[in-house]
């Protein structure tokens, strides 16, 4: 689509989902993801709790937050109504709207419909992958074969070279059609019959299903074993048996305080499994001031909740890329 | 300001100042407020706490929520700078932001520059004023020369025949032009040199200042005299002397449970002046299950925090006037 020469907006930019896909591709996202990452782990950003309103028939959240000394503030609206599909619309929903941080002046509403969501957390599993992945992979294995489990392959791309995976869903008919696309995207991909056959052949493992009962489980690790999971953003979700936490060399969070609430990391402290003193933020392995993968036989785990400095990242990129 | 033709925004209705204040006019206000705040007060309201983002120039609030059974959900980012003047800016933005309640589908960003903010917290004083003041108002008074000074006053002729005031402000210089752009709404104003002389002669008074100590105290006020207080929207603001709460035959509150945390209520309740368990809601004044003023000698006080179901009303009403 292109952009309409006279916008209602005045003076903010407004943008769809279609022009929001279209830049994209002119942006430079995993190092300002990465720099989202580091300013969150050196306390240069302002990320308040998250806002959460229940209703009927469905969930929002907000995400807001600055980074000191940046432009903008941003603030992201996310929903999920799970009645949608059977009224022919996405489940999820939503918008990203970006203001002068000095100001308070409006400049940007992202009607993105939730997508920049799903591309920031694939950018994020990349990040973790680059940092903490052994350096050889042998084969990518991925838990979850909709939306985000394609993405992550997708994005995987960027941080080696391998293109051989194994997949394995929840959702046995989506197994078909993510090996067909992946295909097209330059993966060899087979199809699993359960997840516990990635980690046999899989040294570089994504979970991103919503799974309430782990899908991994600690005796099918091998040394050398990298796993992002991106999968379990609530206290109740989770993919990764927490013996897996306790027997990793080195436990990654976004954000140490989100995943004390929610996720594979908050389940692993309530079970006892592991101490919060044994996790380091992935940001501070980004800036160097803590250390991830030290050896090529460590096993490490990095679990992402999704953090605020990732939706002031994507956003304040995709203006700057969508301004004239 | 002529609605564009085609907006960019697809199905989603973005609208800017000049068409919101267009449409105002055609909107029924006062009897959407008080439903708001009677299904508020009846529990039909879901507002989570008010979100906020402190930066280094500015502050962020957002209010956000939805009333069970209606159309919308509404979420209103409103922001002070307080820099802004000296860059030739208005101190305060933002907007309000529309979602369809079944679906999380965006229906409508309301670029209002937080007009709308300061339009329903006119309408809620008019409210107040309906359900509590005397019969016979000899003469309105007003602490605060300043936009929210005028709008209270305006929206007083709505639910009162009195056009006679009496104004004071911290601003000298304020006074002239309120008297002379009062005076162009058809309403006969003095101006005082002191507060404290508001209370001698007027009994419906509006209290609209920033201010952190008390302007009026108890022993200049008279039976038969209702006060609303609108400025003191944080913990640390104050307008009226707890005394005068203590010595009010009703005390009124928006949210209790927000007045527990701001303003003249939460000041006086910390100060022992006052009891929890006197305090009724307004919007139980509204829906009778709980009396306000039962006789022309009482003395009245409303402390209105400002409350989302206000924002989810308005913005509700501005979109559906603004839908062609």
């Given at each position: 689509?292109a952009?309409?020469?006279?916008?209602?907006?005045?003076?903010?930019?407004?943008?769809?989902?279609?022009?929001?896909k279209?830049?994209?591709?002119?942006?430079?996202?995993?190092?300002?993801?990465?720099e989202?990452?580091?300013?969150?782990?050196?306390?240069?950003?302002?990320?308040?709790?998250?806002?959460?309103?229940i209703?009927?028939?469905?969930?929002?959240?907000?995400?807001?937050?600055?980074?000191?000394?940046?432009?903008f503030?941003?603030?992201?609206i996310?929903s999920g109504?799970?009645?949608?599909?059977?009224?022919?619309?996405?489940?999820?929903?939503?918008?990203?709207?970006?203001?002068?941080q000095?100001?308070?002046?409006?400049?940007?509403?992202?009607?993105?419909?939730g997508?920049?969501?799903?591309?920031?957390?694939?950018?994020?599993?990349?990040?973790?992958?680059?940092?903490?992945?052994?350096?050889?992979?042998?084969?990518?294995?991925?838990?979850?074969?909709?939306?985000?489990?394609?993405?992550?392959?997708?994005?995987?791309?960027?941080?080696?070279?391998?293109?051989?995976?194994?997949?394995w869903g929840?959702?046995?008919?989506?197994?078909?059609?993510y090996?067909?696309?992946?295909?097209?995207?330059?993966?060899s991909?087979?199809?699993a019959?359960?997840?516990?056959?990635?980690?046999?052949?899989?040294?570089?493992?994504?979970?991103?299903?919503?799974?309430?009962?782990?899908l991994?489980?600690?005796?099918?690790?091998?040394?050398?074993?990298?796993?992002?999971?991106?999968?379990?953003?609530t206290?109740?979700?989770?993919?990764?048996?927490?013996?897996?936490?306790?027997?990793?060399?080195?436990v990654?969070?976004?954000?140490?305080?989100?995943?004390?609430?929610?996720?594979?990391?908050?389940?692993?402290?309530a079970?006892?499994?592991?101490?919060?003193?044994?996790?380091?933020?992935?940001?501070?392995i980004?800036?160097?001031?803590?250390?991830g993968?030290?050896?090529?036989?460590?096993?490490?785990?990095a679990?992402?909740?999704?953090?605020?400095v990732?939706?002031?990242?994507?956003a304040?990129?995709?203006?700057?890329?969508?301004?004239?």
């Amino acid at each position: 689509m292109a952009a309409p020469a006279a916008l209602p907006g005045g003076s903010v930019k407004i943008a769809l989902l279609a022009e929001i896909k279209n830049v994209l591709p002119r942006i430079d996202l995993l190092p300002a993801i990465e720099e989202g990452f580091a300013a969150y782990s050196e306390g240069r950003a302002v990320v308040p709790p998250v806002g959460e309103l229940i209703l009927d028939k469905g969930e929002v959240h907000i995400k807001y937050g600055a980074i000191a000394g940046e432009d903008f503030y941003v603030i992201k609206i996310a929903s999920g109504f799970y009645g949608n599909p059977a009224l022919g619309l996405p489940s999820g929903n939503g918008c990203l709207l970006v203001f002068e941080q000095k100001t308070g002046v409006p400049a940007a509403v992202l009607l993105d419909e939730g997508y920049l969501t799903d591309i920031r957390t694939a950018a994020a599993g990349a990040v973790a992958a680059k940092y903490c992945a052994p350096r050889t992979v042998e084969r990518i294995g991925v838990a979850g074969a909709g939306v985000q489990g394609r993405l992550q392959l997708e994005w995987l791309k960027r941080v080696t070279d391998c293109r051989d995976a194994l997949v394995w869903g929840p959702l046995p008919e989506e197994l078909e059609g993510y090996r067909r696309e992946m295909k097209s995207r330059g993966f060899s991909v087979e199809t699993a019959r359960e997840a516990a056959a990635i980690p046999r052949t899989c040294n570089l493992i994504v979970t991103a299903t919503p799974s309430k009962t782990p899908l991994l489980s600690a005796a099918d690790l091998r040394p050398g074993t990298h796993i992002t999971a991106v999968g379990s953003d609530t206290p109740d979700k989770q993919e990764l048996d927490s013996e897996i936490l306790a027997r990793a060399d080195v436990v990654v969070a976004d954000s140490l305080a989100q995943c004390r609430l929610r996720g594979e990391i908050h389940k692993a402290l309530a079970a006892g499994k592991i101490d919060e003193s044994r996790v380091v933020e992935l940001g501070n392995i980004i800036s160097g001031r803590a250390s991830g993968r030290t050896s090529d036989s460590q096993i490490t785990v990095a679990d992402l909740t999704g953090v605020a400095v990732q939706d002031i990242k994507i956003a304040s990129a995709v203006y700057r890329a969508l301004a004239p």
